[in-house]
């Protein structure tokens, strides 16, 4: 299946940090504009294939969660998981691929359509009050990956990661 959207950036720090990032979905609200985090459950406590996550997400005044399932997750190198309504209606799926490059690592955000009709043009402009969810999800992504981007080559004490590699990294 190929992506709706896709979005990359250079990332001046390690694969592995990176894939930390974003396969922290209880702390993805601090990097995006509509997802607020969320918690683990059925006994999971991090990324692994199956586990399965519950979302939440925020747009003004609406709120509403989702039912998460990893469908993929390879360590430093590719995370996916699928995204269904409370419901169990499928909705989305949304991916992280990190490719390792000169000075760091290039980290693509991938969105995939995957709902019905009704979820499309019915259910998710209610709910999440988007009726553009492709326009809206374009610039969520560019969103994401600029504040993954900023977090990995500062990191949480503020220090620049892009220092470390000054030869190697070109804008840094």
């Known amino acids: 299946m190929d992506p709706t959207i896709s979005r ?6 390690e694969p592995r ?13 601090r990097f995006s504009p509509e997802n607020a985090g969320g918690r683990w459950v059925g006994g ?20 509403w969660w989702t039912r998460v399932t990893v469908i993929a997750c390879e360590p430093g190198h590719w995370f996916a998981f699928d ?7 499928r909705v989305s799926r949304w991916a992280y691929q990190i490719t390792p490059a000169e000075g760091g690592c290039v980290l693509t955000e991938h969105w995939y359509r995957v709902g019905n009709r009704f ?21 969520s992504i560019e969103h994401t990956l600029a504040a993954v981007k900023a977090l ?3 990191g949480a004490d503020g220090v620049s990661r892009a220092a470390a590699w000054p030869a190697r990294n070109p804008g840094a």
Not at 17 to 29: E, K, R
Not at 44 to 63: E, Q, Y
């Open 8 to 13: 990359s950036v250079h990332v001046a720090a």
């Open 17 to 29: 940090a990176v894939w930390a990032l974003v396969t922290d979905l209880p702390s993805m609200g």
């Open 44 to 63: 999971a406590t991090g990324p692994a294939l199956g586990a399965r996550f519950r979302g939440t997400n925020h747009n003004g005044a609406k709120r």
């Open 83 to 89: 995204v269904r309504s409370p419901f169990g209606m």
């Open 119 to 139: 979820v499309q043009r019915f259910l998710g402009p209610r709910v999440t009050g988007q009726a553009d969810r492709p326009g809206f999800n374009a610039g």
């Open 152 to 154: 990995a080559e500062t």
